[in-house]
């Protein structure tokens, strides 16, 4: 059971972690589905419910980071030195090539965790609102505006003013 979840959810689950900005999403990844799997004997509701808890202990995970990078003092800057990476990862090019990470941090965090969630994560509404402690109609609305929002900066860069 815990292979098919994880064959299933890991690459969705990295893909979220990424977008959330972790560091190291890999290392993330990893630490969701431990936590899951020490969770696996208490589990009901079927695949819909392991997904929304899968996602559920990914969101803590992601705000964990982001509230230990706070408190953490700024590290060294980048040095291509000590990078050992040669090449890029597929999926770094296609991901960076595309604008998408710069035009998500241009949305306010709602914005950008509700897309997130139903873009990258492929959530439903009702697993979405599950994990942001909302509302179904709240989260429709978060989307709709989002989705707005975003359009609108793809306009503006388009036309140069961004």
């Given at each position: 059971?815990?292979s098919?979840?994880?064959?299933?959810l890991?690459?969705?689950?990295?893909?979220y972690?990424?977008?959330?900005g972790v560091?190291?999403?890999?290392?993330?990844?990893q630490?969701?589905?431990?936590a899951?799997?020490?969770?696996?004997?208490?589990?009901?509701?079927?695949?819909?419910?392991?997904?929304?808890?899968?996602f559920?202990i990914?969101?803590?995970?992601a705000?964990?980071?982001?509230r230990?990078?706070?408190?953490?003092?700024?590290?060294?800057?980048?040095?291509?030195?000590f990078?050992?990476?040669?090449?890029?990862?597929?999926?770094?090019?296609?991901f960076?090539?595309?604008?998408?990470?710069e035009?998500l941090?241009?949305?306010p965090?709602?914005?950008?965790?509700?897309?997130i969630?139903?873009?990258?994560?492929?959530?439903?509404?009702?697993?979405?609102?599950?994990?942001?402690?909302?509302?179904?109609?709240?989260?429709?609305?978060l989307?709709?505006?989002?989705?707005?929002g975003?359009?609108?900066?793809?306009q503006?860069?388009e036309?140069g003013?961004?």
């Amino acid at each position: 059971m815990f292979s098919a979840v994880y064959g299933k959810l890991s690459r969705s689950v990295f893909g979220y972690l990424r977008a959330r900005g972790v560091e190291d999403p890999e290392a993330v990844t990893q630490d969701v589905f431990l936590a899951l799997y020490t969770r696996m004997g208490a589990l009901h509701g079927g695949i819909e419910g392991v997904r929304t808890l899968v996602f559920s202990i990914a969101h803590a995970r992601a705000v964990d980071h982001h509230r230990r990078r706070e408190r953490v003092p700024a590290s060294t800057p980048y040095d291509p030195g000590f990078d050992k990476r040669t090449v890029a990862s597929p999926e770094d090019v296609a991901f960076a090539g595309t604008g998408v990470p710069e035009l998500l941090e241009t949305l306010p965090d709602d914005y950008r965790e509700v897309l997130i969630l139903r873009v990258v994560a492929d959530l439903s509404i009702e697993q979405t609102a599950a994990i942001m402690g909302r509302s179904a109609g709240a989260v429709k609305q978060l989307q709709r505006r989002a989705l707005a929002g975003l359009k609108e900066q793809v306009q503006m860069k388009e036309r140069g003013t961004l």
